[in-house]
T-cell receptor, first 111, second 114 residues
Framework: GQNIDQPTEMTATEGAIVQINCTYQTSGFNGLFWYQQHAGEAPTFLSYNVLDGLEEKGRFSSFLSRSKGYSYLLLKELQMKDSASYLCAVPSRGGYNKLIFGAGTRLAVHP | GAGVSQSPSNKVTEKGKDVELRCDPISGHTALYWYRQSLGQGLEFLIYFQGNSAPDKSGLPSDRFSAERTGGSVSTLTIQRTQQEDSAVYLC????????????FGNGTRLTVT
């Protein structure tokens, strides 16, 4: 089966850097997704990692270590609009991209 | 359309009534998924469609839940004899079905059973 763990809540200051961790256990790894979800809105795709290492995309970067079953999302130069939930997800076995989601990390950015 | 469209955006119903939730995926997307998100919880998989068939219904919580998809496009999720524990946001997502293309989500239907 699959299991995904993320911290429930984090707080950070505007302009700072925050790292949101995700650990996973899965049979047959096939990549890891990060989504952002503002309150009352749809989750939106942020990143997909399938190989080890850091993928940078503007202010957001995502890191993966397959041997450790570990990923993190790094948000730089935090803005108030970054206050949202960040969801870590892995595809289940079956080859049709059925995603299993963690409970999400609620990030609050303060002035 | 430009994105995944769901209707209604909000639905309040009395316990015991049936409800139908609608999802219109991105044009050309063959794969469609229904998820449920309860307050403060993660997304819970319900059902997956490839075209009009549903090879994975493993997440449907009970036989009161059913879904169909017609013409490889619009899908409806039906909940019969609603219960208070059915209250949640029901999210629909679609993908092109190729490789690990990301899921594109609609804004969801917030269902409240009183």
């Amino acid at each position: 089966g699959q299991n995904i763990d993320q911290p429930t809540e984090m707080t950070a200051t505007e302009g700072a850097i925050v790292q949101i961790n995700c650990t996973y256990q899965t049979s047959g790894f096939n990549g890891l997704f990060w989504y952002q979800q503002h309150a009352g809105e749809a989750p939106t795709f942020l990143s997909y990692n399938v190989l080890d290492g850091l993928e940078e995309k503007g202010r957001f970067s995502s890191f993966l270590s397959r041997s450790k079953g570990y990923s993190y999302l790094l948000l730089k130069e935090l803005q108030m609009k970054d206050s949202a939930s960040y969801l870590c997800a892995v595809p289940s076995r079956g080859g049709y991209n059925k995603l299993i989601f963690g409970a999400g990390t609620r990030l609050a950015v303060h002035p | 359309g430009a994105g995944v469209s769901q209707s209604p955006s909000n639905k309040v119903t009395e316990k015991g009534k049936d409800v139908e939730l609608r999802c219109d995926p991105i044009s050309g997307h063959t794969a469609l998924y229904w998820y449920r998100q309860s307050l403060g919880q993660g997304l819970e998989f319900l059902i997956y469609f490839q075209g009009n068939s549903a090879p994975d219904k493993s997440g449907l919580p009970s036989d009161r839940f059913s879904a169909e998809r017609t013409g490889g496009s619009v899908s409806t999720l039906t909940i019969q004899r609603t219960q208070q524990e059915d209250s949640a946001v029901y999210l629909c997502a679609s993908t092109s079905g190729r490789g690990n293309s990301p899921l594109h989500f609609g804004n969801g239907t917030r269902l409240t059973v009183t």
